[in-house]
């Protein structure tokens, strides 16, 4: 994911929401390094102490960490000693797999490598971000080929209804699941439908043309607060130049595909949206029920679909034991679920019950939606 961007390109960080492409690279081998080597090899120590402060995220159980916001000001250790760090680490990783300890973790290992695979997403729309904030508008993948996604008319479909299960239970299940995603259990579903396609860029003009991002009954009160103070009027990365509209893409400045799904979107504009469509966001368990219906396209792939859902504990929710406990629990609060996968997820770590989850103003990651009704 790096391969493509310069030192300089690996440092910058575009806003304190973002994390330097090297920050990325250097926290997920911290992962392995603080989880699963330091208790389990014996003999090792830390590649340099240092490392420990610098690239720990928010795990108070592992110490004292480097402000967020000031990622960027990291200069040194250089893109190339990051490098050398992952090296190191991978070798020491090695050593651990071929002669583990009695009664070795091994699901800490897995969860290492979901967790990187978390922040490889991450790092592609923290790197765009940074990338589009350049006036020469640069491409990240000069080859990058934009993925093919469902058009025409939105069709709705009946989705299950009564009571259906949803997420899953970590014993007995033949695949990951992160913990927020646990335990299974029931739900109940009034009648609903809900679109068969993702929202489109064409779609989105119309409701700017019709005044969406200027009439504050579509909005919530948080939501026009936030449009008026970061001055919206359309989704990020989109420019208008000689009367036209134009997208900042992986590949660089674009002409917008109107047919193409929206996406950089917030919480706050999908769900103006689709007041201005005379519908409303799926909530997740809507979304989770119908992703497996026939003719429901474009689940995963494209964009993470914002739901009409905030971000709460399933019924019975427990989080990990220790400090990895950390990892979902306690974020949730002030934020809303996403469903799917984006064209920047990596292939297999996108699943029907996993759940995404930000705040509600957020746009910088490749978020869009799909919309809903009641049936009544």
């Keep these: 994911m790096a391969a493509p961007l310069s030192p300089e390109d690996q440092t910058v960080q ?25 208790p389990h090899l014996p003999g090792y120590s830390r590649y ?26 990291l200069t040194r250790p250089s893109s190339g000693e990051v490098g050398a760090y992952r090296v190191h680490v991978d070798a020491a990783m090695a050593r651990l797999v071929r002669e583990p300890p009695p009664g070795f973790p091994f699901d800490l290992i897995e969860l290492g490598l979901q967790h990187e695979q978390q922040h490889q997403e991450l790092l592609v729309a ?25 058009a025409g008319v939105a069709r709705f479909l009946d989705g299950p209804t009564g009571v259906v299960e949803t997420g899953c239970n970590a014993d007995g299940f033949s695949g990951f699941v992160f913990d927020n ?40 009160s ?34 917008l595909d109107e047919a193409a799904p929206v996406r950089h979107v917030s919480w706050y504009e999908a769900d103006a949206f689709a007041r201005w469509s005379g519908r ?10 119908a992703a497996g219906l026939p003719g429901f396209r474009d689940a995963e792939g494209v964009v993470w679909q914002w739901t009409g859902s905030a971000y709460r504990p399933y019924p019975g929710f427990r989080p990990w034991v220790g ?8 974020f949730m609060v002030n934020q809303m679920v996403l469903r799917g996968g984006s064209l920047a997820t990596p292939p297999g770590h996108a699943r029907r019950s996993y759940r995404n989850f930000f705040g509600p103003d957020k746009r910088w990651q490749f978020t869009g939606l799909r919309l809903a009704e009641d049936a009544a």
């Design 181 to 220: 995603e646990t335990p299974r259990h029931r739900a109940f579903l009034e009648p609903y439908r809900i679109a068969d396609r993702l929202v489109s860029n064409g779609e989105w003009l119309a409701f700017m043309r019709d005044g969406g991002y200027r009439t504050p009954v579509l909005w919530m």
């Design 14 to 38: 575009s806003m304190p929401d973002a994390s330097p492409a090297k920050w990325h690279r250097a926290h997920t081998t911290w992962f392995f390094e603080t989880f699963l080597l330091l």
């Design 126 to 150: 923290d790197a765009l971000h940074a990338l589009a904030q350049n006036p020469l508008c640069p491409a990240y993948f000069t080859d990058w080929r934009e993925p093919d996604a469902a």
């Design 222 to 255: 948080d939501g026009w607060a936030a449009r008026q103070a970061e001055g919206w009027d359309a989704p990020l990365h989109w420019r208008e130049a000689d009367g036209g509209w134009q997208e900042f893409t992986l590949a660089g400045l674009r002409p």
């Design 48 to 73: 340099k102490d240092e490392f420990g402060f610098l690239f720990n995220s928010y795990y108070e159980a592992a110490g004292p960490r480097h402000a967020r916001p000031k990622r960027g000001m």
């Design 280 to 289: 409303r966001l799926p909530t997740e368990q809507e979304w989770e029920a």
């Design 323 to 330: 400090a990895v406990g950390e990892y979902n629990g306690k």
